[in-house]
Nanobody
């Protein structure tokens, strides 16, 4: 069973910074990648970025250059991983619930995405 937990949400003024953490643990299946999504009030959940188990990152345009995803390389294993979403120069439109995901792959090559419960980020103007 895969568990995903996000930490670090809160209230910040526009232009400020916040760092979210995400811890994922899997039983026997290796974690291949971890992703970040967000859902603003009244809007659909959107993908914002990800990091693979070898450290490759991907960002979407709304956050590129302001947000950075990194992994705890010294401690991460294939079954236990921690990653961080560093958010700088925050804007009111970044206000949302932020979710972390952990993708695992079984022996047949099937990929499963596991979600955390989310953490709230509020950016005041």
């Amino acid at each position: 069973q895969v568990q995903v937990v996000e930490l670090g949400g809160g209230l910040v003024h526009a232009g400020g910074s916040l760092r979210l953490s995400c811890a994922a643990s899997s039983g026997t299946l290796p974690i291949r990648a971890m992703g970040w999504y967000r859902q603003a009030p009244g809007k659909q959940r959107e993908y914002i970025g990800s990091i693979t188990s070898v450290g490759s990152t991907d960002y979407t345009d709304p956050i590129r250059g302001r947000f950075t995803i990194s992994g705890d390389n010294a401690k991460n294993t294939m079954h236990l991983q921690m990653n961080y979403l560093q958010m700088d120069n925050l804007k009111p439109e970044d206000t949302a619930d932020y979710y972390c995901t952990a993708d695992v792959v079984n022996d047949a090559g099937d990929r499963f995405t596991n979600w955390g419960d989310g953490t709230q980020v509020t950016v005041s103007s």
